[in-house]
């Protein structure tokens, strides 16, 4: 439920909107409510019924399950009488072993690292906060979280390997194994945990509980030049690198000791042929057109910060939400690929290994989510206040 900002008990404290610098004096919000930005409808506060005891049980579970899900197998895959079974860590030693130590740090970063320091930061904070004790490294612990927040990518790996298995199915048995199921729950749990955080909330109990009383969420000046010359150098580089992403096999696969490369787009096309309409929608949309879309979006936007343009203001703010938030989607491809390299390993009979475009692609993704990052938003209500500091 939104709450209408001057109907309610305006807290001590004010806030400066995060997307477009509108300060702002918050109220007290009842429970399952939550502060609109009036101007670009940015989420500034959410309350929830005891969101730090839900935070800690929803993380705890997660981390369970995140061991469980590496304790078992994970999924097996037979074919002509062969037989392959992996576990979630196989499938980091076999891409280290077949010379794709870069995918092998992909997938341990993003799927498990990340996840792990989120989970044992978010317990740490919020059994502090739950208690009213001032956490050590409090503030650099929250900017960790938020930092690493969009980095974390478990659920799209489950979706990639979904999609791989959909892939195979035709051409081989596949069993999934407890490990299989375990991660499921784990993504489910972890972002639960992630959907119950403030940020808003988290600050102030960071300063309520400061002896010093000065640590609160900060609102950094910007300086728009600089802001728009790294968003556009890192809009260039995406746009080089998704040329060879689009043009280099994305993955080869060996069948009776013939080599089969596959582009992206070829993908697709073999899956739309098989009649997989849905997955070919999906690699399409997540591999090829949301990038395609995030590129042209953030070039509009940057160019219309640049010339400081006062025109479609709310087109705009929902324009830039949607490209931060769909961006990191693109990973799907990546994964599906590391799913299929790793089970599909049956020698000369059938084997699958990544293509060079995988470097590529993985660039891609990585670098329009740091030009999404970068660029501004604030600029977008073109204050003079904010192109002068």
């Given amino acids: 439920m939104t709450v209408p900002l001057s109907t309610v008990k305006p807290l001590s404290s004010s806030q400066i909107c995060h997307e477009c610098d509108l300060p702002i004096r918050l109220v007290d919000l009842n429970e399952n409510q939550k502060a609109i930005c009036p101007r670009c409808g940015f989420t500034l506060a959410t309350k929830y019924n005891n969101a730090f005891t839900r935070?800690?049980?929803?993380?705890?579970?997660?981390?369970i399950f995140l061991v469980a899900s590496v304790s078992f197998n994970?999924?097996?895959?037979?074919?002509?009488?062969?037989?392959?079974?992996?576990?979630?860590?196989?499938?980091?030693?076999?891409?280290?072993?077949?010379?794709?130590?870069?995918?092998?740090?992909?997938?341990?970063?993003?799927?498990?690292?990340?996840?792990?320091?989120?989970?044992?930061?978010?317990?740490?904070?919020?059994y502090c906060f739950k208690n009213n004790r001032h956490p050590w490294q409090g503030h650099?612990?929250?900017?960790?979280?938020?930092?690493?927040?969009?980095?974390?990518?478990?659920?799209?790996?489950?979706?990639?390997?979904?999609?791989?298995?959909?892939?195979?199915?035709?051409?081989?048995?596949?069993?999934?194994?407890?490990?299989?199921?375990?991660?499921?729950?784990?993504?489910?749990?972890?972002?639960?945990?992630?959907?119950?955080?403030?940020?808003?909330?988290?600050?102030?109990?960071l300063a309520k509980t400061s002896q010093n009383q000065i640590e609160h969420e900060?609102?950094?000046?910007?300086?728009?030049?600089a802001a728009i010359q790294r968003t556009w150098a890192l809009i260039i580089t995406s746009i080089i690198l998704y040329i060879p992403a689009n043009v280099l096999p994305i993955?080869?696969?060996?069948?009776?000791?013939?080599?089969?490369?596959?582009?992206?787009?070829g993908?697709?096309?073999?899956?739309?042929?098989?009649?997989?309409?849905?997955?070919?929608?999906?690699?399409f949309v997540a591999s090829i057109m949301v990038p395609i879309a995030k590129i042209l979006v953030l070039i509009w936007l940057n160019y219309s910060v640049q010339t400081r343009s006062n025109k479609y203001d709310k087109q705009r703010i929902k324009m830039y939400?949607?490209?931060?938030?769909?961006?990191?989607?693109?990973?799907?491809?990546?994964?599906?690929?590391?799913?299929?390299?790793?089970?599909?390993?049956?020698?000369?009979?059938?084997?699958?290994?990544?293509?060079?475009?995988?470097?590529?692609f993985s660039g891609v993704v990585v670098v329009t989510m740091l030009a999404a990052m970068s660029f501004e938003p604030k600029l977008i209500y073109n204050d003079k206040s904010v192109y002068e500091n």
């Fill in 321 to 360: 939400r949607i490209a931060e938030f769909v961006g990191r989607w693109s990973m799907i491809d990546i994964f599906v690929v590391i799913i299929l390299a790793s089970l599909v390993q049956l020698g000369n009979t059938m084997s699958i290994v990544p293509g060079s475009a995988t470097f590529a």
């Fill in 251 to 265: 993955m080869n696969t060996r069948l009776l000791g013939q080599n089969d490369p596959s582009t992206i787009i």
């Fill in 267 to 283: 993908g697709v096309l073999l899956l739309w042929h098989h009649k997989s309409y849905p997955i070919a929608l999906v690699i």
């Fill in 55 to 63: 935070i800690i049980a929803l993380s705890i579970t997660a981390l």
């Fill in 218 to 225: 900060q609102n950094h000046p910007v300086n728009p030049s």
């Fill in 74 to 126: 994970f999924i097996s895959f037979q074919s002509s009488g062969l037989v392959n079974s992996i576990s979630m860590l196989d499938s980091v030693s076999i891409l280290i072993t077949t010379g794709f130590t870069v995918l092998a740090i992909i997938e341990i970063i993003t799927v498990f690292v990340i996840p792990v320091v989120i989970l044992l930061s978010l317990i740490y904070l919020s």
């Fill in 140 to 205: 650099t612990l929250l900017q960790l979280v938020f930092t690493l927040i969009p980095w974390n990518m478990a659920e799209i790996f489950l979706v990639g390997t979904l999609v791989s298995l959909i892939k195979i199915i035709s051409l081989a048995e596949i069993t999934l194994g407890p490990s299989f199921y375990a991660f499921i729950l784990f993504s489910i749990a972890m972002t639960s945990a992630i959907l119950h955080i403030d940020k808003h909330h988290f600050y102030q109990m």
